[in-house]
């Protein structure tokens, strides 16, 4: 088999998934952290290897992401750049070759989001490269960066190997921007399939995925942690490097289309990121969490939620590595939960009647769902109708061990989160434990 090593995977145009419609962010407003001893969170001068980093108030308002990062021509060349105020979302205004304090020079923008911006920046004193995290200068977005810090702390301080979840490396306040420093890791599992046109993963590669990340799960619940947005953007291959090899599945096209080729990562290691909106087992669990694709049902219902929430995710991202596709490409409530009932089957009866003020809409007589009559558009109706049960739809992409993941897939999917596996459950699932070599 002829295989092309590369040593880089593209991060620049991350543009969004061409779906029937697209993957909306989901902002959540965090609770304010409580205080941390040794941490820092306001406004004034913060000493980071002895250089004093200023830090005047910022009065920005909380606007809706909108515009790009404005970019200012020039490169500083020693200490900090001249203060720039920043743009009208409150996010940093840096420029290429800028320092970051005296340690950090900046290198690339990796990515951006509803929190902030992260780039690439070489650590002059530990001689390596580091993806800094600099979070929007507004308060609400300072407050989910204190967790996250805290969270990320955390989880280190019993992850002695590193291998779970992204690692801290450092942290500070920077010109009312909290950034974050960690290690540089490779492309998110979502930005792989985008750059691979979609295709889905070998059935063998996804378990060794899935095995990783229920045990990257299992380890913060056993912390009582509960990241409530795990999807593909928020696991990370730990190396960028992937090999091209023939796509059989493509045969009738020609070698020069780059079709026929698709890509596979040179190392299955991941880590999981993204600790902004993760809360402890104890906390407040009554306001809506996670991104829409990878949302359990008991959270659009009102059920409130727990360490299920998550189990439920894992489940949608492993059918998503297998097709290639989210398993529920929608963006509201209704069309959500019957595109549940027709690939796992019926909404039970009491999670129905139970749900709060705010779903009862989406219910007939408070027994089943309005629909079709509900929904809000023919196009709504036949987006549901034409999706496969769980079955069919893993069976279409999986040529072997397919019972297994679909039964696999069933406990991680079940309606009820009394009901739904565990994470050490689910990592003691055959589809994990037998020899599935063909």
């Known amino acids: 088999m002829e295989m092309e090593y590369l040593t880089e995977f593209p991060h620049t145009h991350m543009d969004k998934r061409p779906r029937k419609r697209p993957r909306l962010a989901w902002d959540i407003a965090q609770a304010p ?7 820092y969170c306001g406004h004034g001068d913060f000493h980071e290897n002895g250089v004093v980093v200023t830090s005047p108030t910022n009065h ?6 909108s ?12 200490g900090s750049p001249p203060w720039r105020e920043d743009d009208k979302d409150g996010h940093y205004v840096f420029a290429l070759g800028d320092n ?22 070489w650590d002059r004193e530990r001689k390596e490269m580091v993806a800094i995290k600099i979070v929007r200068g507004i308060k609400k977005y300072r407050e989910a960066a204190m967790i996250e810090i805290d969270v990320l702390q955390q989880l280190a301080k019993h992850d002695k190997s590193g291998s779970r979840c992204v690692q801290i490396r450092n942290w500070f306040d920077y010109r009312n921007h909290i950034c974050i420093v960690c290690e540089k890791l490779g492309p998110s599992l979502y930005d792989f399939l985008r750059k691979n046109n979609y295709r889905s993963f070998p059935i063998d590669l996804v378990r060794e995925l ?25 696991i990370l291959l730990v190396s960028p490097e992937y090999v091209r090899v023939p796509d059989y599945k493509v045969p009738s096209r020609s070698p020069k289309d780059g079709s026929y080729f698709k890509r596979l990562p040179k190392s299955s290691s991941i880590k999981v990121i993204d600790f902004g909106s993760t809360t402890y087992e104890h906390q407040d669990h009554s306001y809506v969490v996670s991104t829409r694709h990878y949302r359990a049902p008991e959270v659009i219902l009102g059920l409130g939620w727990s360490y299920p929430c998550d189990i439920w995710s894992v489940g949608c991202i492993l059918v998503e590595l297998c097709s290639g596709e989210a398993l529920f490409q929608t963006h509201e409530n209704l069309e959500h939960l019957a ?10 009866q009491h999670m129905l009647k139970r749900a709060d003020r705010h779903a009862e809409k989406y219910l007939r007589r408070g027994a089943k769902l309005d629909w079709p009559e509900g929904a809000t558009s023919r196009e709504s109706i036949r987006a549901v109708w034409k999706l496969p049960r769980l079955q069919n739809l893993v069976m279409q992409h999986v040529d072997h061990s397919a019972g297994d993941l679909i039964d696999l897939l ?11 596996l565990t994470a050490a459950e689910a990592l003691r699932h055959p589809f994990f434990s037998r020899d599935h070599r063909r």
């Open 100 to 121: 970051l304090t005296s340690r950090y020079k900046i290198h690339s923008k990796i990515g951006e989001g509803t929190f902030g911006q992260v780039l690439e920046c």
């Open 33 to 39: 952290p409580k205080a941390q001893n040794g941490m």
């Open 339 to 348: 595109m549940m009932e027709k690939v796992l089957g019926s909404l039970p």
């Open 67 to 78: 515009s790009s990062t404005i970019y200012v021509k020039g490169v500083s060349r020693n």
């Open 210 to 234: 899935g095995r990783q990340l229920l045990e990257c799960v299992a380890f913060m619940h056993n912390l009582c942690l509960i990241h409530t947005d795990l999807k593909p953007e928020n």
């Open 410 to 420: 069933q406990g991680l999917l079940k309606y009820d989160p009394e009901d739904r």
């Open 60 to 65: 920005h308002t909380c606007l809706p992401t």
